[in-house]
């Protein structure tokens, strides 16, 4: 688990506070102009301390850690999540996704007729 320096800890537990007190007051402007600044404060302190520490990084000359944390930052591992099918079942691995996902947008689209087709 990620652990976050204690200001950075801060911001988000300031922002997690003034959106239950807003989310129970949802027509008091006072308290949503306090959570917006919050949320802006927990941002830019998570934005510093990103920057911190790729300087960190780069600041220490080693080169397998730079490329570590360049492609951690490149690559992308979100993938499809769980589908549920019509009758309910669930489709949890990537074949069953896939099928399901076909069928889908088949079912979405129309073929074309090809005794419509004319070539010049």
Request: hydrophobic share 30%.
């Amino acid at each position: 688990m990620l652990r976050y320096p204690q200001k950075v800890c801060k911001a988000f537990v300031r922002k997690r506070c003034l959106w239950r007190k807003y989310r129970a007051d949802c027509s008091n402007s006072v308290l949503q102009q306090r959570y917006v600044d919050a949320a802006k404060q927990c941002r830019q302190s998570l934005h510093d301390y990103q920057i911190a520490k790729e300087m960190r990084i780069i600041n220490s000359n080693n080169v397998g850690r730079f490329y570590k944390r360049v492609n951690s930052r490149l690559s992308c591992r979100t993938g499809v999540g769980v589908l549920r099918n019509e009758d309910g079942t669930v489709a949890a691995n990537d074949n069953d996704k896939a099928r399901l996902l076909n069928d889908y947008f088949c079912n979405l689209c129309t073929t074309d007729d090809v005794h419509y087709l004319f070539l010049y």
